[in-house]
């Protein structure tokens, strides 16, 4: 199986999992007295496929450098849930 179809079957399975979980697509905002809250606005997941030209076995985690930080695991810029596909070499 290629990278590419195993990507796309975990797409598949990621929004068959949001549609029973489907809070996991909403957003967190403040309520009217400033306390966190769910809005199930089915704004979908943020899916990031990325490629590792080096294996994890090979990093240094106890002392990151500026070309790893920040790369392993996917910022969440909306949303309640982000999922990351790495590729390695």
Do not use: W
């Amino acid at each position: 199986m290629s990278p590419e179809t195993m990507v796309d079957t975990i797409k598949r399975s990621l929004a068959g999992v949001l549609s029973t979980y489907y809070p996991l697509a909403g957003e967190i905002v403040q309520n009217k007295n400033g306390e966190p809250e769910v809005v199930c606005n089915n704004s979908g997941v943020e899916f990031v496929y990325a490629h590792a030209d080096v294996e994890l076995k090979d990093l240094d985690f106890y002392h990151p450098d500026h070309s790893v930080k920040g790369k392993l695991v996917p910022s969440i810029n909306r949303g309640l849930l982000s999922v990351q596909v790495n590729q390695k070499p």
